[in-house]
């Protein structure tokens, strides 16, 4: 079993940063696995946003982020970053972190992930 918890979310202007936290839990029988952020505006379907290999190294991101979101992995502390630098009214959305448990590369299909967060809003105003 694996528990994420997202925390870091909150209200922003346009042009502003936020740093989101991912924490894991591992159960005993779990390592690291690949990680990676979603989003899901109102009306909108979940997308992905950036993803991370499980002991760090190798990204991916949606494109739109590409220049201005940065992930990353902690393997001691447990935890995933994603770094939102130049927001815009656009990246307004509730933000999710979801662990890979099997995945052997970074994939941006939502199903393919086994566990995830409650979420965290993140507003950006214009």
């Known amino acids: 079993q694996v528990q994420l918890t997202e925390s870091g979310g909150g209200s922003v202007q346009a042009g502003g940063s936020l740093r989101l936290s991912c924490t894991i839990f591992y159960g005993r029988t779990f390592g690291p696995t690949n990680m990676a952020w979603f989003r899901q505006a109102p009306g909108k379907e979940r997308e992905f946003v950036a993803g991370?290999?499980?002991?760090?190294?190798?990204?991916d991101y949606k494109e739109s982020v590409k220049d201005r979101f940065t992930i990353s992995k902690d393997n001691v502390k447990n935890l995933v970053y994603l770094q939102m630098n130049n927001l815009k009214p656009d990246d307004t959305a509730v933000y999710y972190c979801a662990a890979d448990r099997e995945g052997a590369r970074i994939t941006q299909m939502a199903g393919s992930y086994d566990y995830w967060g409650q979420g965290t809003q993140v507003t950006v105003s214009s």
């Open positions: 991370i290999i499980k002991y760090g190294g190798l990204t």
